[in-house]
């Protein structure tokens, strides 16, 4: 028997299905700022599309605010100019 557990095959043999299912950790492999219109971009891999917020320099936007969200990019407004510092 063929089965997909978030899309990954398995295969379990004799109806016998004993797998372990292990949530990906989320990766971020670039992310962007762009100050003209606050937008922030973040790329990776197992990236939440919901129930999170992200901070950058102080300044905030989580997943309740009308943007862009999947598993590989999110894109969101922050709600104020980060500010810089050490």
């Known amino acids: ?48 599309t919901t129930g999170f917020t992200l901070s950058f320099g102080g300044a905030t936007c989580d997943s309740t605010q009308p943007s862009a969200f999947t598993a590989t990019r999110i894109t969101c407004t922050l709600e104020n100019a980060p500010r810089a510092g050490s």
Do not use: F
């Open 1 to 48: 028997m063929l089965v997909e557990v978030d899309g990954l095959p398995a295969l379990c043999v004799n109806l016998n299905c004993d797998y372990k299912y292990v949530e990906a950790t989320p990766l971020i492999t670039a992310q962007s700022y762009d100050r003209s219109t606050e937008e922030l971009v973040v790329d990776g891999t197992s990236l939440p």
